[in-house]
T-cell receptor, first 114, second 109 residues
Framework: EAGVAQSPRYKIIEKRQSVAFWCNPISGHATLYWYQQILGQGPKLLIQFQNNGVVDDSQLPKDRFSAERLKGVDSTLKIQPAKLEDSAVYLC????????????FGPGTRLTVL | GEDVEQSLFLSVREGDSSVINCTYTDSSSTYLYWYKQEPGAGLQLLTYIFSNMDMKQDQRLTVLLNKKDKHLSLRIADTQTGDSAIYFCALSRDYKLSFGAGTTVTVRA
């Protein structure tokens, strides 16, 4: 089965610019997650979707970050405007509804803000 | 919150066993996981353990859980060069994962 797809793989922007990331989860996975992984740290959950509804966005900086999953499949994460501290790898993961919650991760998008 | 701590680096000789340690503060997690991240790649689930278990073995991997001390470890037997990667300990609560900072394992010949 195809894995979690993300694009672009790399993005370089200047501060105050906008950027968007795209994720296509594994077919049939109802739950989708966006994580931010800053260099040298573990991934930190930004937002969790169940189908097209938001389950948890408590760690999402809502003044500049937004995410949507309109049809319950693909998702986009947007940053507007970007700050230097947003430089990180943005990981998308999806999960079937299982007892042990295995999450399948995409390769990530590496964002550099100059 | 679920604070999760790991040592940052581990160097091991090829063929030896590796032991990666993790400590945590929140004991209410249902499942505890070990993920592997290779350069430029996403995270790959290696193994997991249910919180009412003490040990789980899966081929070269052995997970030990000490709930009293809130300590989780991953032992990799016969470590190979392909095992060089960053290993993350993660805890699950309410279908959300909390990760440690990762342990970079370097396998030397």
């Amino acid at each position: 089965e195809a894995g979690v797809a993300q694009s672009p793989r790399y993005k370089i922007i200047e501060k105050r610019q906008s950027v968007a990331f795209w994720c296509n989860p594994i077919s049939g996975h109802a739950t989708l997650y966006w994580y931010q992984q800053i260099l040298g740290q573990g991934p930190k959950l930004l937002i969790q979707f169940q189908n097209n509804g938001v389950v948890d966005d408590s760690q999402l900086p809502k003044d500049r970050f937004s995410a949507e999953r309109l049809k319950g499949v693909d998702s986009t994460l947007k940053i507007q405007p970007a700050k230097l501290e947003d430089s990180a790898v943005y990981l998308c993961a999806s999960s079937p509804r299982s007892s042990y919650n295995e999450q399948f991760f995409g390769p990530g998008t590496r964002l550099t803000v100059l | 919150g679920e604070d999760v701590e790991q040592s940052l680096f581990l160097s091991v000789r090829e063929g030896d066993s590796s032991v990666i340690n993790c400590t945590y503060t929140d004991s209410s997690s249902t499942y505890l996981y070990w993920y592997k991240q290779e350069p430029g790649a996403g995270l790959q689930l290696l193994t997991y353990i249910f919180s009412n278990m003490d040990m789980k073995q899966d081929q070269r991997l052995t997970v030990l859980l000490n709930k009293k001390d809130k300590h989780l470890s991953l032992r990799i037997a016969d470590t190979q060069t392909g095992d060089s990667a960053i290993y993350f300990c993660a805890l699950s609560r309410d279908y959300k994962l909390s990760f440690g900072a990762g342990t970079t394992v370097t396998v030397r010949a």
